[in-house]
């Protein structure tokens, strides 16, 4: 009869993980098991673009209105070796996606090398997630399930053909995650550096990811006051240094380059564009895209008959008033964008992204502002009309998306609540990466796109709250009879 290792007492465990929850299973099961869903996931993820190129071939699909924004940066970086577009420094796209770009445009087939890479990536977020959710639950199950949630993930696996970002982000944040347990378990101050390295990689892959090193830093000062522990607090402090110096390098050249201090325009163009701009079309009761229009975002004619002042300043000078004015129109209207802020939260989680899979398969143009049709209709009337124009293809994604991420949100929430929950230093980074993730997402801009780099931490807790659930029902199944 096989023998099993005695799990540790209770007392040992410090109310981490309850002794019948743990599991000790052969290891070459496990990897065996582990490679099926990495072949599951790899699977999922070439199905998409190979279903685009038998039935359409039209390889612009794997294309949005963000991609060339991207591309022309890559394209003179390689032709010239400086990060500009358009003869001008860069300094609203930042370097690390256009690089990541850079392969398939010497190959001259961008789109398929850099699919392949993101496929790549994608498939080994699921190994990472695999290895986190089995240093913090110690249950190769719970560890497997997590790993199997991330692969057959319908919003990475759509967004691994997509020549945006998010996967590499995706990818860079859980390795950083999965660092970071590590160093909590081995108090390695190189692992932490690491960590911190991948975090700024990040940053210079999405913007929205600036301020996240300081949430870091705030667990680990934490960490370090409670175990009073010296070195721990100069390890926190190594970590924001390596954050601020690699980030801060962007900076430099920026100021350098262009005379702009910050580290993106994006949050500038965002804040006026996009924010401010919400603000106002409720406020003149307008379509959201006419008030953005009106505003000169996307067409400097216009931008510039609204503010002739500033026809002679330089991007820099012009997006920082962008950024300001932005933040004043905010503040006139505090609860206003409130509202909007948590709407864009709200519709960040919810939305199943059926509307991103009509687009990759020629259902619907995005030509047609989907954006301003959710912001001014709402998400439940703009699916109720693709409901009506495709009623079987659309209930058909609708069904797959929507019990994916109904199953995945009420299992972590079952995870969360539950009284053995393991909270720990591992588990306060991961929450605060999914809070911060969430915040940033809000806004008029959220929707199902800025939920991808959640679903891998999601996809962990989601794994032990579907396992508390099959334990719960196994243990009324067995009781049963003898009541």
């Excluded at 398929?112 to 496929?119: D, Y």
């Excluded at 590499?168 to 390695?188: D, E, G, H, K, W």
């Excluded at 601020?244 to 262009?258: Q, V």
């Excluded at 143009?365 to 001014?376: H, K």
């Amino acid at each position: 009869m096989k023998k099993f290792a005695q799990p540790p007492s209770p007392k040992k465990m410090s109310g981490t993980f309850p002794p019948d929850y743990i599991e000790n299973n052969n290891a070459s099961d496990t990897n065996k098991r582990l490679l099926y869903i990495l072949l599951i996931s790899l699977s999922v993820r070439i199905l998409v673009p190979l279903i685009v190129v038998l039935t359409s071939g039209d390889y612009r699909l794997f294309y949005s209105p963000d991609t060339f924004t991207y591309l022309r940066p890559a394209e003179e970086l390689l032709l010239n070796g400086r990060f500009y577009s358009n003869g001008v420094p860069e300094i609203f796209r930042t370097p690390g996606y256009p690089v990541f770009l850079i392969p398939g445009i010497l190959v001259g087939h961008v789109e398929i090398v850099t699919i392949v890479m993101q496929i790549a990536l994608s498939c080994m977020t699921a190994y990472f997630v695999f290895k986190i959710s089995l240093l913090l639950f110690k249950n190769t199950r719970v560890a497997l399930i997590s790993a199997f949630l991330c692969a057959i993930e319908p919003v990475s696996a759509l967004y691994a053909s997509k020549l945006l970002s998010e996967t590499l982000f995706a990818f860079l944040s859980t390795l950083s995650v999965y660092c970071l347990i590590q160093y909590f378990r081995t108090n390695s101050i190189g692992t932490l550096l690491f960590s911190s390295a991948l975090i700024s990689f990040s940053t210079y892959v999405r913007p929205a990811g600036y301020f996240f090193p300081f949430v870091v830093l705030a667990v680990l000062l934490f960490r370090s006051f409670r175990k009073k522990k010296i070195i721990l607090l100069t390890h926190a402090f190594g970590f924001l240094l390596c954050s601020l110096l690699i980030i801060g390098l962007w900076h430099i050249r920026n100021i350098k380059e262009a005379g702009f201090s910050g580290f993106s325009s994006v949050a500038d163009y965002n804040l006026y564009c996009y924010q401010a701009a919400s603000v106002l079309a409720i406020n003149d009761n307008v379509p959201y895209y006419q008030e953005h229009h009106d505003l000169g975002c996307g067409d400097m004619k216009v931008y510039f008959l609204n503010h002739p002042e500033q026809s002679n300043w330089d991007r820099g000078r012009i997006y920082r008033f962008m950024g300001k004015e932005g933040m004043r129109i905010i503040l006139r209207e505090p609860l206003t964008y409130l509202l909007i802020h948590i709407e864009g939260m709200i519709r960040t989680l919810i939305d199943p992204g059926i509307t991103e899979y009509l687009i990759m398969f020629k259902q619907y143009s995005w030509s047609g502002g989907l954006l301003g049709q959710i912001l001014d209709r709402g998400l439940f009337a703009t699916l109720t009309d693709f409901a009506g124009t495709m009623p079987v293809f659309f209930f058909m994604i609708l069904i797959a998306l929507g019990l994916y991420l109904v199953i995945s949100l009420v299992s972590t929430v079952i995870a969360l609540s539950h009284e053995d929950f393991p909270f720990s230093a591992s588990t306060a980074v991961i929450l605060c990466l999914l809070a911060y993730d969430l915040l940033v997402s809000g806004g008029p801009v959220g929707y199902h796109r800025f939920r991808l780099p959640m679903m891998p931490m999601i996809s962990v807790f989601s794994a032990y709250g579907l396992y508390l659930t099959s334990q719960k029902w196994r243990r009324r199944k067995t009781d049963g009879p003898s009541r």
